[in-house]
């Protein structure tokens, strides 16, 4: 059964990352992919960003996440696979500030559903992720003061 979650959540975590352009003319297959009104340009773009970390020893462990960023509306998905340890796979729901993006991430591990406060700070093509200490009363992860944005992930592109 735990085979069978891993291989769902992997599946769902790669069909995320796959963007279909819609009305594309032609042009690159960058990863960011904009929908416009063509006949509005008050109306605020839509992009999708994807992006990956490679951590651990021989980078083994893979963080991946998908952002569609719709004025300051921001959803996507988030997923982090630790080599032969329990993954973290769901959706984030945010709001984009400037550069700064925050919200909640709404994961299953373990079979079972928890939520995480995410930071983000996007600049250009650099996506950094804000750190988390444990709370010792509470053993959850936890902004604090000393948080930092000190977990870099670099761009990926969307359809792989």
């Known amino acids: 059964m735990k085979r069978l979650l891993i291989l769902f959540a992997i599946s769902v975590g790669l069909g995320a990352c796959t963007t279909t352009p819609e009305n ?12 416009a009104a063509d006949d509005d340009p008050s109306e605020p773009s839509m992009q999708t960003l ?46 984009k500030k400037n550069d700064l993006i925050k919200g909640i991430w709404i994961y299953m591990q373990e079979g079972m559903n928890d939520t995480l406060a995410v930071e983000f700070r996007l600049s250009g093509d650099k996506l950094v992720q804000k750190n988390y200490t444990v709370d010792p009363k509470t053993g959850r992860e936890v902004f604090s003061d000393g948080s930092v944005f000190n977990i870099e992930f670099r761009k990926v592109n969307c359809s792989n």
């Open 50 to 95: 994807c992006f990956q970390k490679l951590g651990g020893t021989s980078n083994q462990d893979t963080t991946s996440l998908s952002l569609t960023i719709n004025g300051e509306e921001v959803s996507g998905d988030f997923a982090h696979y630790p080599y032969q340890k329990d993954s973290r796979v769901g959706t984030i729901s945010a709001v």
């Open 24 to 35: 594309n003319t032609g042009g690159s297959s960058d990863s960011l992919t904009e929908n």
